[in-house]
């Protein structure tokens, strides 16, 4: 327990300090919607996407947007897709397309009833897992799944469970990098498949 404790104090001063480091998007949301025409193939209308595999980007804060963008561009963030997509945006580009999907309503994709998977996968997001010192993903991503625009950190609530677990998996591969300071590597390295899966779930219904 005391090792779980001491992750979670490392990830809330961690977060007051992303919360200083990462500059404020400054996009305008208006001159974004002309600029997402080609995002909405994958994304979806509005940045609700269709396709489990493909974020929604609605509703995600800016500030993280502007950084997986960014990431993207320098390579520091792989995905051959996306860096071929905005290899050729300009900053403000990136700070206006953050600003127009931050501006839209996220559509709850809701989460698959099945309550043991459910019960499990709370646990994780408001507990962590004390046994093995993972911590609750409460102390970057809120209570709401809403995240912390401030530091950076992304809505994840009421997103695709596939792209999420996706996801989960990556950082525990170290196949994705880009987290700040490996925060992410490290609460997810030692979680199971079925602790990764039951998360993925959860997340999809929270807001």
């Not at 509703?59 to 963008?69: C, E, F, H, R, S």
């Not at 559509?107 to 309550?115: E, F, L, P, S």
């Not at 709401?144 to 625009?149: E, M, R, S, V, Y």
């Not at 990556?170 to 880009?178: D, G, K, Q, Y």
């Amino acid at each position: 327990m005391k090792k779980s404790v001491t992750l979670v104090s490392w990830l809330i001063s961690l977060a007051a300090l992303s919360a200083v480091q990462v500059a404020n998007a400054q996009g305008d949301a208006a001159a974004g919607a002309g600029k997402v025409a080609l995002c909405a193939t994958c994304h979806g209308s509005g940045g609700n996407s269709q396709i489990s595999m493909n974020p929604s980007l609605a509703g995600q804060n800016a500030n993280y947007i502007v950084k997986q963008l960014q990431d993207y561009q320098s390579g520091e963030r792989q995905n051959p897709t996306m860096s071929a997509m905005v290899g050729s945006l300009s900053g403000q580009d990136i700070e206006d397309i953050a600003a127009y999907y931050a501006s839209q309503e996220r559509r709850i994709v809701g989460a698959q009833d099945d309550q043991e998977t459910l019960a499990l996968g709370e646990a994780l997001y408001r507990a962590g897992n004390s046994e093995i010192g993972s911590a609750a993903c409460t102390a970057c991503h809120a209570p709401t799944g809403k995240g912390n625009a401030p530091a950076g950190f992304p809505a994840i609530g009421g997103q695709h469970s596939e792209y999420t677990l996706t996801q989960l998996r990556a950082f525990r591969a170290s196949e994705r990098a880009n987290d700040l300071n490996g925060m992410m590597r490290t609460v997810v390295e030692r979680l199971t498949d079925a602790e990764l899966e039951a998360l993925a779930n959860y997340v999809a219904g929270l807001h």
